[in-house]
């Protein structure tokens, strides 16, 4: 599982000691914290707080469409695996439909959280590199979402992954995933502030057109029951992948049918940003 900005960006280039100064002066929650680091887009100690700082929220539209995608297509046997599946906040909406199956995460941290909400009778948690983690069957259902797929950030891993999600599918089965194009991407290009009674997060975003990249910093402070903070600051480096980009490895790692369209309002495809797509 992945994740973007929470919140509108506040456009400023502003940024000093990891606070936005521009017009305002923005105060540190007030008590002793820990320090914690975390490496990059290996989500280690933040994936503790990542459902607690609202990115899980983006489950309840993806829920939403891959449930309609379930019933057009009649998945049955219910089965599925998750690249990336982060918490599995997904995979926990799945299991209310009476899917089980397998879910493939790079961070042991979200494996950590997913074994919290996830029966183990129902879904297998694997910790590995989505790009060659193999499970020992395949399934009629694939998902990648939350922007995994930038997670990777060379067209030869993205090669690999795509033919690895393809070896996992049965005959007939699809495969369903979202991503961010370059100019979804861009959009990251700024600050996003937000705090809450107990939590206080700062990101900053920056853009690299030249290579397609966003770089994005993450750091904030989280309440502990006995009022004092977390501290974490977690690294998070993507990269835009256009829609010519995506459908020439689908091809090339074997997909036949290939369908994609704007992730948020059926908006058209040419208009960038995030794409929901579908391979089989």
């Known amino acids: ?39 990059q887009n290996r989500y280690g100690h933040f994936a503790q707080y990542y459902d607690q700082l609202g990115w ?10 891959l449930g309609k995608i379930i019933r057009q297509f009649k998945i049955n046997p219910k089965e599925i695996i998750d690249f990336g599946c982060g918490t599995g906040e997904l995979l926990s909406r799945l299991a209310d439909l009476d899917f089980t199956g397998i879910g493939v995460d790079a ?11 996830l029966d183990p ?6 910790i590995g590199d989505i790009c060659d983690k193999k499970a020992n069957r395949k399934f009629p259902l ?13 067209q030869k891993n993205l090669r690999r992954f795509i033919k690895n999600v393809h070896h996992h599918l ?42 397609k990249r966003a770089m994005i910093s993450i750091e904030g402070f989280v309440k502990r ?8 600051y977690q690294f998070i480096e993507e990269r835009g992948i256009t829609i010519d980009e995506m459908n020439q490895h ?14 948020f309002h059926d908006y058209e495809i040419d208009q960038g940003g995030r794409i929901l797509g579908m391979a089989g």
């Open 121 to 126: 009778a129902e879904f297998h948690l694997l």
């Open 250 to 263: 689908l091809v090339s790692a074997g997909f036949q049918h290939i369908s994609m369209r704007g992730f």
């Open 142 to 154: 694939a998902t990648c979402f939350f922007d995994t797929i930038n997670h990777i950030t060379s």
């Open 170 to 211: 049965e005959y007939g089965g699809i495969f369903v995933f979202d991503f961010l194009t370059p100019e979804g991407l861009e959009e990251w290009q700024g600050t996003d502030l937000n705090s809450k009674d107990d939590y206080f997060l700062l990101q900053k975003g920056k853009y690299i057109p030249s290579r």
């Open 107 to 117: 961070s042991p941290g979200m494996i950590e959280k997913a074994r919290l909400k």
């Open 56 to 65: 899980k929220r983006f489950t309840d539209s993806t829920f939403s469409k």
């Open 1 to 39: 599982m992945a994740c973007g900005p929470l919140f509108w960006p506040l456009r400023s280039s502003s940024w000093i000691n990891g606070a936005l100064l521009k017009g305002r002066d923005i105060q540190y929650p007030q008590g002793d914290y820990r320090w914690t680091p975390a490496g």
């Open 225 to 232: 029951p006995d009022g004092n903070y977390d501290r974490f």
